[in-house]
């Protein structure tokens, strides 16, 4: 276990904090729910409880089925005590009061008190229906979907933006942890790989240590030999001589806080040339754009950036023909790098995505439609205090490549024949958190090599 | 990685006679939905997917947000081929056609023919709200939940429990498999717990092994030194010298089929006195009542039993005071012992709970309100091809045993000083999967030792 000896003041103070700056803004009460857990197959067999990332923010404890209000900086619990039937299945547990104290609450109250204290509240609407149902109850209006918001749950969603894009020191403290317990997932991960046969037995290395931690996942893992598959969920694949794992997986701590990092890693600890060539252009995409993502540089350039190196790499490599900025002008790169080069990171994996891009783009921006571009999650220029992902890649993904429109329109750019030469790579990506400071950025996963020669000996050495 | 290769026949034969089942008692026609994910912080941050029990049962696959209509033993898929943007980010899948032939599927069409093929359609609610909107909207009228079922619903519900009740060796080949990556995972936790600091320590070595095979867990792990918190989902506890491990965990096939198995063991590898002295009771409690689960016996004489034998076993032990029989006649073991001996299993692991009591209870039955007998989930005669737990327990639930109306009641018949001296043990349970057979029934678990100097070895052997 790792130690949280590192975390500032108390929860309360922290607490006491947000929601000063979040009264700065809103002169209106406001009422979040934690929400409820959702059924799997009946309804007694629940998904693990995640309690809605708002809620979280400003109550700071992973209640279930607790609401709070706040007002003019006042902390109000609604919650109920267990009932003796939950004592006897689910064991003893705080009592509402001092849960209330833990919290700095100012009062604390039954749930059937909350009906007096609704109106004229603002809320933002959470994912389960049960919930989301109660939510249109007690503020008697329709509640839409978090991404559709409008008047003042709009004006309270971008308040709470503003307030969840600079990370606190309780915050950072706990992606710290995320971020610790996570290098040791892929550490583990690594060292499994020479040994098993399939990526499943990979994925059973790397989640046993987060769930050692009594953390969770951040997000289902990626842990998968066909790394062009982006968002993959299977793990059944052999694992054979000459694969790339790529391993795009992370812990979330107790209080929600999150990490994402990737590594690709060859199983036989042992990079083939070719491997090696694309991995270090992935690689200078990578760090290059860590040392251009400082406060007052709009993400898009950082992103932008990404797309040039690996622009750079793929022309020195012979895959790419012309210059650099010619082809990602044309979105050339994107064949090879379809995706975004990160997004906001913070309670959320994509922190904030269920606003849908209200956090994630500066007001008044909205999604490109260019091929290279519209995958982008973050549009916004940097400040001190944002915890963002950095994560370009290379993939060979079929559908794009053997598209014959885009065959067509990049048949004088791509070297198809050099191309089939490197055909030992199906994806490669690396992925780091970053925190934007004052005086530059930190990288939250540093300790994680990135370097194939590390990466290598990490295999190699279990 | 276990072998498949017991798996009778081929998946379209099992389904084909499955609904020959059916068509033979329901004259009208059924549509059943696979249902989809439920997201947890943002909508594309789901948790894993798990299809609806009813449409995996008929449809053999675990297919996402498709439908399948099955009329007069004619089976009909409807699901949507994968769009260019799902190709991209979840890689090459089989097609409709591919999956119709798989399951011998007599037509596949896009869900937008659905429509078409809705009149007169009984079915069973699924647990997400969007796809249940989508069955209200299909089948114009609203769904209730499925343990309010009215109508041909319920019709079609008794019919699917008819057949669900008896596992065919298509079932029985998958809870084989569960359950030999079951006693795979409590081998690997026994193994891991004496060099383990934290209960989620010890359940990461247990769910890394489900994890490693590719499976999942049939339902949230319960791996805990407070035993007698009946359905504890914390895993922070430290492990302590005397310390009993009750572990409730299995694994769950890909194809949706459960194992459930639990074992109790000493942290140190060494019972005590006192806490050999109780195992063997629960011990004792739980090899009658596999003795005695026989084809035609009442499931709540076998419940009756484990009463009876653990009143004996604690009058032995000079817990209690008087004859067993009216121990039990006053509920007196129910201080102790306040849960069902078991469940039904098969596709969920308290198979068709979403039907409430439809399945658990014979037709005409319902719950007791009798202390020792309201949480039991079966009331049936047993009949050969029934797959059903059998889960003894002793457990000290302050909730219960603090309680002033029950000390007073039970003041003469509980020698409360004796008592003290078993303060080592919190909780105890045994549980294994048993599938009833034509000449008795058959532990599908019997391969994890259940006797305490067995289970001392296996921790000890680390």
């Not at 989640?207 to 969770?216: D, F, G, L, M, S």
Request: proline share 5%; with cysteine.
């Amino acid at each position: 276990m790792l130690s949280q000896t590192d975390r500032p003041a108390s929860l309360s103070d922290a607490l006491r904090r947000r929601r000063q700056k979040l009264a700065a803004q809103i002169p209106f009460p406001v009422l979040l729910w934690s929400g409820q857990t959702s059924s799997r197959n009946f309804p007694a067999n629940t998904y693990p409880y995640r309690a809605n990332s708002h809620f979280l923010y400003f109550a700071g404890l992973p209640l279930y089925n607790a609401v709070i209000r706040l007002e003019s900086g006042r902390l109000e619990l609604f919650m109920d005590d267990p009932t003796p039937a939950e004592l006897l299945w689910h064991g003893d547990r705080p009592r509402r009061d001092q849960i209330a104290e833990t919290m700095g609450a100012d009062a604390a109250y039954p749930i059937s008190r909350l009906k007096g204290f609704a109106a004229g509240a603002a809320t933002i609407p959470v994912l389960d229906a049960a919930t989301r149902l109660q939510q249109s109850h007690l503020l008697d209006r329709m509640m839409t979907p978090a991404n559709q918001l409008q008047d003042m749950d709009l004006a309270l969603a971008t308040a709470i933006v503003e307030l969840r894009l600079v990370q606190d020191d309780w915050a950072i403290a706990e992606m710290r942890r995320a971020a610790a317990i996570t290098i040791q997932a892929h550490q583990a991960g690594m060292a499994a790989t020479p040994q098993a046969k399939t990526e499943a037995e990979i994925r059973a290395a790397m989640e046993q240590v987060v769930i050692a931690h009594n953390t969770t996942c951040a997000y289902n893992s990626i842990v998968t030999v066909q790394g062009e598959v982006l968002h993959n969920d299977h793990y059944h694949h052999a694992i054979q001589p000459g694969d790339l794992l790529l391993a795009d997986m992370a812990a979330e701590t107790e209080m929600g806080w999150a990490s994402d990092v990737t590594r690709t890693w060859p199983v036989t600890g042992k990079f083939s040339g070719t491997q090696r060539d694309l991995y270090d252009v992935v690689l200078a995409a990578h760090d290059r754009c860590i040392q251009a993502a400082v406060p007052g540089v709009e993400y898009q350039q950082i992103h932008l950036l990404a797309c040039q190196v690996l622009a750079e790499g793929l022309v020195d490599l012979g895959i790419l023909q012309g210059q650099p900025a010619d082809l990602v002008e044309m979105d050339a790169h994107a064949l090879f790098f379809p995706h975004g080069v990160g997004h906001l990171l913070g309670l959320d994996v994509h922190d904030m995505e269920d606003l849908g891009d209200l956090a994630g783009y500066a007001a008044g921006r909205t999604r490109s439609d260019r091929f290279g571009l519209g995958y982008l999650r973050l549009n916004r220029p940097l400040q001190p205090g944002m915890a963002v992902t950095i994560e370009p890649g290379f993939y060979q993904v079929p559908a794009i490549l053997n598209d014959a429109d885009r065959r067509e329109k990049y048949r004088s750019v791509v070297n198809w024949e050099r191309l089939e030469q490197f055909q030992d790579i199906r994806g490669i990506r690396i992925e780091d958190d970053v925190l934007i400071t004052e005086a530059g950025n930190e990288v939250l996963t540093t300790e994680l090599p990135t370097e194939a020669a590390a990466i290598e000996q990490l295999v190699k050495s279990s």
